[in-house]
């Protein structure tokens, strides 16, 4: 119930915004309820193709190409392809979080992005490219947080890259329990800027937790 | 819970369907296969929706009037259609094609071993150039794990394709190398003298390269430097035979890395046993500034400063005194600076300007002789590159060789000073046509005119590309190559011309899921070789640009990291038949540089558990000729064959913390390097001769790279960019 307040809060908070441009924030918010049924490559293309669409249309908004470029990243992930189709994948990303940075070079949110896409770059190929992918991906997480302390994604994948370090270094990742039991206990608290803007990573953050008991 | 109920409250805006457009059809690619997952949408509207399993598309849109159907798909050119929209059905069929896209397009591989750091289509990484045992370091010697080069042991350079190592020339950020190697001993082994570490990327060309590239007849190594590092660091490097401490600093869109770096010997010397006895064991010193700069939204600017001081003595025996030892001694200056800049003037004019300077200086004490030598050199090179469209591209440029070589000789019957100074300057102009995305060509002239040797040449060049599948692809590769003859030759006269060589060279290439399969056939033809008459270098009046000789072979590579989990192997061979009648060659003979059969056989191991990569690399050589003066038959005697197993260990102990230990010829098999012989012979009539052997038989390595961060505070982790 109190979620559902909350939700009303925000929605009625932006109805400012959508008034401005109703279909916009009507097919964002379709195409966004659909990402909880992706699963497969094919999916989460067609989920992508609809973000493109999107962002052809609104040249201005920059969530659309976030979701596309999120959506990619998403599939270089998913596909038991060859390396080269999952940096075909990863060059649609590559572009897509340039222009992101670009168009918002504030955002904390698009640096959290642009994180996640070092990293499936770094996936693809690891023992060639963990150690510079790695860096990347660390240094766009400290540009996240910088800009935005509370960013959860940031806060997320800082946490896995530190657990996944200490893991290949011998370390015990657990020592970074606490710090994801603690963000997923006020993951639910953070209020999204607009009904649209990124919230995902719960269920990556509710996995790890479970896999520290 | 959340996104259920903004989809619902959306939901009640969109009750508004009046009359519509129903498009329905179907999208196919290249020979009519179904594409799945392609967009198709309207221009400017949210109505659209991705093809299914059978390539199928249908959606409705009450817009009307007309309209542009756009249908996309990744990696394919995207199609944009009038239709117009009447409340009716429309139903399409369209075919789309792949993009082409330089990046998937057929690349010319005759000769050419590429590596850089993003794409897969490689055959050799930067990380391998660190990693494989044998390499120890050094740039020269990881490549000699690659076919089409011999691993001699008394020298260390590269000899590619049954060209000598003077064939063979070194460009960093496109500019020339003239002193890539450290100074040595006669028939002891060099490196090279730059740290791998600096390169981010590696084309290594063993024939049939692009018109860009000239004064070399059998190969060249094209070294890109890193860009712009990522963060402030400090990089401390501790081995068993020196220390090296470099200081990297980052400013907006700029970065200066200083180093310095100690080699003393001495040390290790003093432990492991050597084959030579050292007066002074190899001792240098570099200084080097590297610096970055960003110019505008594409350029860069790359600036590179060394200054290095070596000095070694060394007992070498002189078989022209009764084979009693002498001291060796060797003092090297060198000075080398280059610079590059690239960038786009205007849309799609690229220009890269590139320059470097070398000052290198030996003095050489040995037994009565007293040499000092200098080389002075400058290159100048412009290139731009326009692309007419994505599939015709035009290179164009010049350059400017300048050379003085002097040389201070004092010997028993006095002092000879000689010296001689060249400008070359160079044109060149090379079209890179893509017929498909499957069929490449590149034709190049380059002319080249040389003032010291008042000569003109002009060489083509033809190279040629075709896919056959996906996976696999042949090239072929056809020109002449011009080089100056040896200094040694110039310091005494400008009577000579440019020596030639001419490449064919046929390659097959398939890769398939991380195995790579290369095999190369290949024919040089040398023409106007130096011969020096009967044997004497010093009668510059019998020189004549009449020698000529050949080198046919077979190379062949095959790398897989997919068989062995968390394994890597690579296996080259390389046959080569070769003949050359030049220099004091009586006759047409096989020359003591070139080995009939060479193998090496690379094993890299991922133990992830222990952090460490772990590389075999055995190798052999099959023996080469050598000349024995008491012997009828030039060049009849033959050498032991070269054997060796070379072992490496990389241990990533923290983030930033490696430990590195190697040995070459762990089994410690007996190489020798054939004889060296006296000028005249002894009473009884023999030519006495002392056997070249290695250093040492084994050489060991181990090494600690530390590299400082300000981590852990966020505030220095966004300097980059």
């Not at chain 2, 200094?487 to 899921?513: G, V």
């Not at chain 2, 033809?525 to 270098?537: E, H, P, S």
Request: proline letters at 4%; aromatic letters at 14%; glycine letters at 8%.
């Amino acid at each position: 119930m109190k979620r559902i307040i909350l939700s009303l809060t925000v929605v009625l908070c932006s109805l400012a915004a959508m008034a401005q441009n109703p279909q916009f924030f009507r097919s964002m918010g379709e195409t966004l309820g659909q990402y909880s049924t992706c699963k497969s490559v094919a999916d989460f293309q067609s989920l992508g193709n609809k973000f493109q669409m999107i962002a052809n249309v609104e040249k201005n908004e920059w969530l659309p190409l976030y979701y596309y470029a999120h959506c990619y990243i998403l599939m270089s992930f998913i596909d038991q392809a060859d390396a080269a189709k999952k940096d075909s994948y990863l060059d649609v990303a590559e572009k897509s979080v340039e222009k992101l940075i670009e168009m918002v070079p504030t955002e904390s949110e698009v640096y959290a992005l642009q994180s996640f896409y070092y990293t499936a770059r770094l996936v693809v190929n690891p023992v060639e490219r963990g150690h510079k992918f790695s860096r990347l991906s660390n240094q766009a997480i400290g540009k996240a947080l910088k800009l935005d302390m509370t960013n959860q994604r940031a806060q997320l994948l800082k946490i896995q890259g530190d657990m996944g370090s200490a893991r290949f270094f011998g370390k015990d990742p657990n020592t970074f329990c606490p710090q994801a039991a603690d963000l997923l206990a006020n993951w639910d608290n953070f209020k999204p800027k607009s009904p649209i803007y990124p919230v995902w990573g719960k269920d990556q953050l509710e996995s790890i937790v479970k896999g520290c008991q | 819970m959340k996104r259920l109920f903004i989809y619902l409250f959306f939901c009640t805006f969109s009750l508004n369907a009046f009359s519509q457009t129903v498009i329905s059809g179907k999208i196919t690619h290249d020979q009519g296969e179904a594409l799945a997952g392609a967009n198709v949408y309207l221009q400017d509207s949210y109505d659209g929706v991705s093809t299914n399993e059978s390539g199928a598309f249908s959606f409705k849109t009450s817009k009307t009037g007309d309209a542009v159907l756009i249908v996309g798909y990744i990696g394919y050119e995207q199609i944009m259609r009038k239709i117009e929209l009447k409340g009716d059905t429309i139903h399409l069929n369209i075919n789309i094609k792949e993009k082409f896209n330089q990046m998937n397009a057929v690349t010319i591989t005759a000769g050419t071993f590429e590596a850089g750091d993003k794409r897969q289509a490689i055959t050799i990484t930067p990380l391998d150039m660190m990693t494989t045992a044998g390499a120890v370091g050094d740039v020269y010697g990881a490549l000699q794990s690659l076919p089409g080069t011999s691993t001699n042991g008394e020298s260390g350079r590269l000899f590619v394709k049954g060209g000598d190592s003077n064939e063979s020339q070194t460009y960093i950020d496109g500019s020339l190398v003239y002193v890539p190697y450290n100074s040595s001993v006669p028939n002891l082994s060099t490196r090279g003298r730059f740290n791998p570490f600096m390169f981010k990327g590696t084309i290594f060309s063993t024939g049939g390269y692009s018109a860009e590239y000239g004064q070399a007849l059998s190969s060249v190594l094209l070294l890109s430097t890193n860009d712009m590092p990522t963060e402030d660091q400090l990089d401390l490097s501790l081995l068993s035979v020196g220390a090296e401490v470099a200081d990297t600093k980052l400013w907006k869109n700029g970065a200066i890395t200083g180093s310095f770096t100690y080699n003393n010997l001495a040390p290790y010397m003093g432990i492991a046993p050597q084959n030579y006895d050292w007066v002074h064991p190899p001792e240098s010193g570099t200084g080097a500034i590297s610096i970055r700069q960003k110019t505008g939204k594409t350029g860069m600017f790359k600036f590179y400063t060394s200054m290095a001081k070596s000095e070694l003595i060394v007992k070498q025996a002189n078989p022209n005194a009764d084979g009693d030892l002498f001291n060796y001694n060797l003092a090297n200056d060198n000075y080398f600076m280059n610079g590059t800049w690239n960038g786009k003037i205007g849309e799609k004019l690229a220009m890269n300007i590139a320059a470097s300077f070398t000052h290198n200086s030996d003095c050489i004490r040995y037994d009565t002789v007293s040499v000092d030598q200098k080389t002075v050199g400058t290159h100048l090179k412009n290139v731009f590159t326009y692309p007419f469209t994505e599939k015709f591209t035009l290179k164009f440029g010049g350059e400017l060789f300048s050379k003085t070589y002097s040389q201070n000789a004092l010997i028993p019957s006095g002092i000879h000073f000689n010296s001689f100074s060249n400008h070359e300057l160079s044109v060149f102009t090379e079209a890179q046509i893509y017929a498909s995305s499957k069929f490449i060509t590149r034709i190049g002239t380059r002319i080249e005119n040389s003032d010291y040797l008042n000569s003109l040449k002009i060489s083509p060049r033809i190279s040629a590309a075709y896919k056959l599948t996906d996976n696999s692809q042949f090239s072929l590769a056809y020109g002449w190559f011009y080089q100056n003859p040896l200094d040694d030759f110039l310091l005494y006269t400008h009577h000579l011309n440019l020596e030639r060589a001419d490449h064919y060279i046929f390659s097959y290439q398939s890769s398939i899921n991380k195995r790579t399969l290369r095999v190369e056939l290949y024919y040089k033809d040398y023409k106007d070789l130096v011969k020096t008459g009967n044997g004497a270098i010093y009668f510059p009046s019998t020189y004549s640009n009449l020698g000529y000789g050949y080198a046919g072979g077979l190379d062949l590579f095959w790398r897989d990291n997919k068989t062995i989990k968390n394994g890597d192997y690579w296996i080259s061979y390389s046959y080569l038949d070769t003949k050359r009648n030049y220099e004091n060659f009586p006759k047409e003979a096989v020359p003591t540089f070139a080995s009939r059969h060479n193998l090496a056989i690379v094993y890299k191991h991922w133990f992830s558990g222990l952090r460490s990569l772990v590389s075999l690399n055995l190798k052999y050589s099959s023996p080469r000729v050598y000349n024995d003066p008491n012997s009828p038959v030039f060049n009849g005697a033959k050498m032991l064959p070269y054997r060796s197993l070379d072992l490496s260990w990389s241990f990533l102990y923290r983030k930033n913390v490696i430990f590195y230990g190697a040995v070459t010829n762990a089994l410690g098999f007996k190489n020798e390097f054939g004889r060296q012989y006296a000028n005249t012979p002894d009473s009884g009539g023999n030519y006495p001769g002392i056997a070249i052997t290695p250093q040492s038989n084994r050489f060991y390595v181990i090494a600690c790279f530390i590299t400082l961060t300000k981590k852990g505070n966020a505030n220095q982790l966004d300097k980059i960019n």
